[in-house]
């Protein structure tokens, strides 16, 4: 099982940014892909979540109407677009896989887990 996050860079306030999310090793129809973010000195906190099947979304109150997350079943692929980024969006961002057919963003539901990777928002 494999969950491989990319996309992370340095972006000024204001842009834009696509994270992916490629899933191997499991049948991912059976899951929903979630996106989580822990900043320096902080707990980490939910972000977004799709259901694979429904394509149901669910997202934080701080981002929500700026990020938008969607999935590729061909690729076995989720994104997470990130407009509008803020320099309090700075964070290591993980996608992960919940067993079962609805978003949640219970983070205890969320079996496995990607590397991460860096989103930093400076000007």
């Known amino acids: 099982v494999q969950l491989q996050a990319s996309g992370g860079g340095l972006v000024h306030p204001g842009g834009s940014l696509r994270l992916s999310c490629a899933a191997s090793?499991?049948?991912?129809?059976?899951?929903?892909i979630g996106w989580f973010r822990q900043a320096p000195g902080k707990e980490r906190e939910f972000v977004a979540a799709?259901?694979?099947?429904?394509?149901?979304?669910i997202y934080a109150d701080s981002v929500k109407g700026r990020f938008t997350v969607s999935r590729d079943s061909a690729k076995s692929t989720v994104y997470l677009q990130m407009n509008s980024l803020e320099p309090e969006d700075t964070a290591l961002y993980y996608c992960?896989?919940?067993?079962?057919?609805?978003?949640?963003?219970?983070?205890?539901?969320?079996?496995?887990w990607g590397q991460g990777t860096q989103v930093t928002v400076s000007s």
């Open positions: 090793g499991f049948e991912v129809g059976d899951y929903a």
């Open positions: 799709i259901s694979w099947r429904g394509g149901t979304t």
């Open positions: 992960a896989a919940a067993r079962g057919a609805v978003a949640t963003r219970d983070e205890r539901a969320f079996r496995y």
